[in-house]
């Protein structure tokens, strides 16, 4: 485990996941402003579990975490590493039934002390679909800034769509002052 809440575990992927994973994936609401299409097929959902299950969270790229309530799987939560080990990029995703409860509040917010007290992050960065207002809210409710609005910049399940940047640094960090 990586990670344990007032509710929550945020550990790595095993592959009793794998059923859950493949269940909220395949909700088309879940997967509306997501990179994959709905339904996810049970033996896809097996490989991809196997593949997260197998992966190195130290290591750069992404890195998924489940997240679980009383050790059933109610969604997951994308880190992507850059190589110089020092910033990340967040993504997270929650079966619809356990949405509206903080659940994703507090997986974000568990993970974000991990990696900004253990791992000493310097930032972290998230971005969303300007349209998935829910996500962005999230952001903004566990301490992310909104840094930038890109018009019309992603091609996503065949239009263009507009993408919220935010960012979030490490508060016990110093933020370097410019020199004039």
């Given at each position: 485990m990586?990670?344990?809440?007032?509710?929550?575990?945020?550990?790595?992927?095993?592959a009793g996941d794998?059923?859950?994973?493949?269940?909220?994936?395949?909700?088309p609401v879940v997967a509306r402003f997501q990179g994959w299409e709905a339904p996810v097929a049970l033996a896809d959902a097996r490989e991809t579990v196997e593949r997260f299950a197998a992966g190195d969270p130290e290591a750069p790229g992404w890195f998924q975490y489940a997240v679980a309530l009383d050790d059933v799987l109610i969604g997951d939560l994308g880190l992507k590493l850059h190589e110089?080990?020092?910033?990340?990029?967040?993504?997270?995703?929650?079966?619809t039934e356990y949405q509206g409860h903080g659940y994703a509040s507090e997986a974000v917010?568990?993970?974000?002390?991990?990696l900004f007290v253990d791992r000493q992050l310097?930032?972290?960065?998230?971005?969303?679909?300007?349209?998935?207002?829910?996500?962005?809210?999230?952001?903004?409710r566990v301490g992310f800034t909104r840094e930038g609005l890109r018009l019309s910049h992603t091609w996503f399940k065949g239009e263009w769509t507009d993408d919220l940047l935010y960012g979030y640094l490490n508060p016990k960090q110093p933020t370097p002052v410019p020199s004039a």
């Open positions: 990586f990670v344990r809440t007032e509710r929550l575990s945020v550990r790595r992927f095993t794998a059923e859950r994973f493949a269940a909220y994936r395949s909700d110089n080990r020092m910033q990340a990029e967040l993504g997270f995703t929650l079966a917010r568990g993970l974000l002390q991990h310097h930032k972290v960065s998230a971005e969303c679909d300007a349209r998935n207002t829910a996500s962005a809210r999230l952001l903004e």
